[in-house]
Antibody, heavy 125, light 107 residues
């Protein structure tokens, strides 16, 4: 079974650092991109960035560039999302998702077909 | 960034109804459009990719159409389990932006 297992809920204080994880299994982890998606309380989905675990090629949304770091350790099939100094506004649910793709005629289409259950991050003094 | 705008933001309907949700991109994205369903407290679930391709295991009452800038998600006959929030997402370029969501509620 293809699955992404995320680390557990975190409660942190402003200014603290944090690294959450997403472990893939049941497929070739190094061959497909992993995306991170934020959902603030009561709000919609925000695409943060993606990483290709095979070579750690990483792309960020401009909204999150410089605010977080996405990384991966292909030896243990795990992707990470980290903060060096958390803010109260980082309080949210964070999902990782596999970015799969398929061909149709001459085009290759990407989509997020497998999602982790999410990691809740609460930042409060 | 490509902006994605969904309408309506809220939709009230009854079991058995046919409903349509629209999504508009700020520039042409060909058929690089996905639809997701999210139930309360759960991770999103892929319904439709490439504008009209049904993801494996998704009921056939869900369908997608459109290309360029205008897209629709149609549920042909609403079932109780379909009441959820629906998001479109473009996969034409990064950042792969989402629409703001459409919350489908029971009338």
């Amino acid at each position: 079974e293809v699955q992404l297992v995320q680390s557990g809920a975190e409660v942190k204080k402003p200014g603290e650092s944090l690294k959450i994880s997403c472990k893939g299994s049941g497929y070739s982890f190094t061959s497909q991109w992993i995306a991170w998606v934020r959902q603030m309380p009561g709000k919609g989905l925000e695409w943060m960035g993606i990483i290709y675990p095979g070579d750690s090629d990483t792309r960020y949304s401009p909204s999150f560039q410089g605010q977080v770091t996405i990384s991966a350790d292909k030896s243990i099939s795990t992707a990470y999302l980290q903060w060096s100094s958390l803010k109260a506004s980082d309080t949210a649910m964070y999902y990782c998702a596999r970015q799969a793709g398929s061909y149709s005629l001459t085009h290759y289409y990407y989509y997020m077909d497998v999602w982790g259950k999410g990691t809740t991050v609460t930042v409060s003094s | 960034d490509i902006q994605m705008t969904q309408s309506p933001s809220f939709l009230s309907a009854s079991v058995g109804d046919r409903v349509t949700i629209t999504c508009r991109a700020s520039q042409s994205i060909s058929s690089y459009l996905n639809w997701y369903q999210q139930k309360s407290g759960k991770a999103p679930k892929l319904l439709i990719y490439a504008a009209s391709s049904l993801q494996s295991g998704v009921p056939s009452r869900f369908s997608g159409s459109g290309s360029g800038t205008d897209f629709t998600l149609t549920i042909s006959s609403l079932q109780p389990e379909d009441f959820a929030t629906y998001y479109c997402q473009q996969s034409y370029s990064t950042p792969r932006t989402f629409g703001q969501g459409t919350k489908l509620e029971i009338k």
